[in-house]
């Protein structure tokens, strides 16, 4: 049984321990995207006032974050989650004169190219973003010098080098797992346009044990937590650190990148 203090973790996580695990939990979409976002975000210069542009905001965590935290002017763009279910999202917490919700499709983003400081995906980038050309598409919307920022599911070895899929993976997410690929894969797929710096290529520290904290206390949490988590807990569980674990990467715009 996990206790909901149990991720109140103010050692590692002190940001995201001020904020209530149930809230959170109402929320849920996946691993605590909090979590994510805080150790993402030690690699990036996030300043109050910045406009940030938050792809995949889901259901709004991550975006009530980015402004309480830094102090942002938030755009909160998700294709699956209805913008007025996000904005009482943002009410609620506050900071709804700071974080405007939008549906929008990834590669098809409504906004003036330029127009952000920042970028930044949590739990995301893996659904639209492996594609050789879509880093190009989407630093035309930051300005030069802006930052890009992202967290996704990762795999300590290419999927192309273990020759398959790993069973208990494959089980769980089926061929999903082909888009989660290693950091330094990342690192090389962005490097490689000369757009951006890459600034941080990481693997996050006991990414898999925060993700199986995290599955457990949704199935607990959730009237119909245990069916939607069970798969995940147990591939977690036969992992066991070995393959999975979550890419946090960021990079900077070049100034001559067009």
Aim: hydrophobic residues 45%; glycine residues 8%.
């Amino acid at each position: 049984m996990t206790d909901l203090s149990d991720l109140i973790r103010p050692d590692r996580y002190p940001r995201s321990s001020r904020y209530d695990p149930a809230w959170l939990l109402d929320l849920d979409m996946g691993p605590n995207p909090l979590w994510l976002l805080e150790d993402l975000a030690r690699d990036l210069d996030l300043t109050p006032g910045m406009r940030i542009l938050d792809l995949g905001s889901g259901k709004g965590a991550t975006s009530v974050f980015l402004a309480r935290e830094y102090g942002a002017e938030v755009v909160a763009a998700d294709l699956w989650i209805a913008p007025e279910d996000a904005a009482a999202v943002f009410a609620e917490a506050g900071v709804g004169d700071r974080v405007r919700a939008v549906r929008a499709e990834a590669h098809a983003l409504p906004f003036e190219e330029e127009s952000f400081d920042a970028i930044v995906s949590v739990d995301a980038f893996e659904y639209f973003g492996t594609a050789d050309g879509y880093l190009p598409y989407l630093v035309r919307f930051l300005r030069p010098g802006g930052q890009l920022g992202m967290a996704t599911p990762a795999l300590t070895r290419e999927v192309r080098e273990l020759g398959a899929i790993p069973p208990h993976i494959k089980k769980a997410v089926g061929w999903e797992a082909i888009a989660w690929h290693t950091a330094q894969w990342w690192r090389f797929q962005w490097a490689i346009t000369e757009l951006v710096e890459v600034t941080s290529a990481r693997l996050q520290q006991d990414a898999w044990r925060d993700w199986l904290l995290w599955a457990r206390a949704g199935a607990e949490h959730h009237p119909d937590g245990r069916n939607r988590n069970q798969p995940v807990i147990d591939m977690l569980t036969a992992d066991g650190g070995e393959f999975l674990s979550f890419a946090l990467v960021t990079a900077r715009k070049n100034r001559a990148a067009v």
